[in-house]
């Protein structure tokens, strides 16, 4: 079955740009979607169709998908950006959804 | 405003079943396909299933395709997830989460709370 992994933790400053990775074999040719995360909470949608917000996500959040790897950006990163983070792709191989391994963000 | 209700979760013995509901409000139900996904406290978000908006096609990912049925009543707003031969692997919190669309590639763009899902003897 399809693969998608994460980095399992990203530490950032506050003002400074969070990168978060999701690698796939040719995840490029696919669809990639963004969850936040927080403590005790359900997923979020913060990037949908690898680069789209959907309303009320901040313009800090963006993302891009090339090749073997998909990537979520928070830029200017705020203490209520701390959470985890998970990518998502459908398999068409398979006729599965495929989430990543989740990446925690920590805001120093 | 968009909300889903997860219910029926507890406590279940291995090789027992479970119905989990899903009560949907704030949108066209049968317009949007409707996904299970379950996490294990403290774990990764696992995909479980998807069922389109007129239930004509349901997905199911491997752990548990042949034990676990999705379904849908458009008329009462309403997803199910029936758990049979339940094992200790399937402990978690199941969510109900509504597609943005009719089904693949869309995203879940609201989520429920969650039901938790023990198995255990």
């Known amino acids: 079955s399809y693969v998608v992994t994460q980095p399992p933790s990203e530490s950032v400053a506050p003002g400074k740009t969070a990168r978060i990775t999701c690698g796939g074999k040719d995840i490029g040719s696919e669809s990639v979607h963004w969850y936040q995360q927080k403590p005790g909470q359900a997923p979020v949608l913060v990037v949908y169709d690898d680069s789209d917000r959907p309303s009320g996500i901040p313009e800090r959040f963006s993302g891009s998908n090339s090749g073997n790897t998909a990537t979520l950006t928070i830029s200017r990163v705020e203490a209520g950006d701390e959470a985890d983070y998970f990518c998502?792709?459908?398999?068409?191989?398979?006729?599965?959804?495929?989430f990543g391994t989740g990446t925690k963000v920590t805001v120093l | 405003e968009v909300q889903l209700v997860e219910s029926g979760g507890g406590v279940v013995q291995p090789g027992g079943s479970l119905r989990l509901s899903c009560a949907a409000s704030?949108?066209?139900?049968?317009?949007?396909?409707m996904h299970w996904v379950r996490q294990v406290p403290g774990k990764g978000l696992e995909w479980v299933s998807l069922i389109g908006g007129h239930g004509g096609s349901t997905y199911y990912a491997d752990s548990v395709k042949g034990r676990f049925t999705v379904s849908r009543d458009n008329s009462k707003n309403s997803l199910y997830l029936h758990m049979n031969s339940l094992r200790t692997e399937d402990t978690a919190l199941y969510y109900c989460a509504k597609d943005a669309g009719d089904g693949y590639p869309s995203p879940c763009d609201f989520w429920g709370q969650g039901t938790l899902v023990t198995v255990s003897s």
């Open positions: 998502q792709v459908w398999d068409s191989s398979s006729d599965h959804y495929v």
């Open positions: 704030g949108f066209t139900f049968d317009d949007y396909a």
